[in-house]
């Protein structure tokens, strides 16, 4: 299933589809929400939103509730076939603990990064034990290459217990991760 | 048959398509109405979208210019809101 249409809208559209089945037979009903600016680059963004704004899926796990946030900003290509192709321009993921002023957890992807760290990392509000000291997550840019947001519905479930929302969830997952690895971004066009 | 086990309590529900789902309480005012028309269409204008950067960067204590600025140097706060904005920013014309 290439992720291709012959309108960025069309293949965004897929795009976003798609997320969506996967959302709401895993981890939430929340829907993502596809935004494109019209005449500027051939971009768009993936988010929650409810009335138009921003806004985290409540997730319930076994530390509490827990906010997440999805949003994804892509970009397209036309092939030699003038379909269009996406790619990742950037992403955030988030997870938030109720009544926590910033994530616990950040995944960030930028394709063009703001200094030399990577561009795929891992940051947050916790404290890591570093030999004698102590260092903020935040202050770091742990590598972690592309993570998807099929591995991070997994750890939602898996590792923070949240109650999936289907029977077959782990094949799902499975099978969506499989697609977006081999269909949507091959190695080396992420 | 599987049955998924009781979600979250105390969670605002809305209205989307043929059901209702869940989403976290916002922080930010209410859009105006023919902005969440463009937003739920999925296409913005320019103007549109300079439009709904400016009201995440208000919701964040910010004006339009700094939130952007900001965004593009990566110091906006760390919270949902601000993980919109830089993306936001990512659409728009250097």
Request: proline share 7%; hydrophobic share 40%.
């Amino acid at each position: 299933m290439p992720i291709t249409g012959r309108t960025l809208a069309e293949a965004s559209a897929k795009f976003r589809d798609h997320l969506n089945d996967v959302l709401a037979r895993t981890v939430t009903p929340t829907r993502l929400i596809m935004v494109e600016a019209v005449g500027s680059l051939s971009r768009f963004q993936l988010a929650f939103r409810q009335g138009g704004a921003p806004v985290e899926a409540p997730l319930s796990t076994r530390f509490g509730r827990v906010g997440l946030y999805l949003g994804q900003t892509c970009e397209s290509t036309v092939g030699d076939d003038g379909l269009h192709r996406l790619r990742t321009v950037s992403y955030r993921y988030t997870l938030t603990p109720d009544g926590a002023r910033e994530p616990l957890v950040r995944w960030e992807y930028e394709k063009k990064p703001k200094g030399p760290y990577c561009r795929h990392h891992l940051q947050g509000d916790l404290a890591l034990p570093f030999g004698r000291t102590t260092v903020p997550l935040n202050d770091l840019h742990l590598p972690t290459g592309f993570t998807t947001v099929e591995e991070v519905l997994r750890f939602c479930i898996v590792d923070l217990g949240g109650p999936p929302l289907s029977e077959n969830w782990d094949a799902i997952l499975t099978r969506s991760y499989e697609l977006f690895k081999e269909d949507f971004a091959p190695r080396g066009q992420l | 048959m599987f049955t998924p086990k009781r979600k979250c309590k105390n969670v605002l529900f809305v209205a989307r398509g043929n059901g209702r789902v869940p989403v976290r309480t916002q922080t930010m005012s209410p859009l105006p109405q023919d902005l969440q028309n463009a937003v739920q269409q999925g296409r913005l204008t320019e103007a549109q979208l300079r439009e709904l950067i400016a009201l995440e960067a208000k919701a964040l204590d910010l004006d339009y210019a700094e939130a952007v600025k900001r965004a593009r140097e990566g110091r906006l706060p760390k919270n949902h809101i601000g993980a919109d904005l830089e993306l936001l920013v990512d659409l728009l014309a250097a």
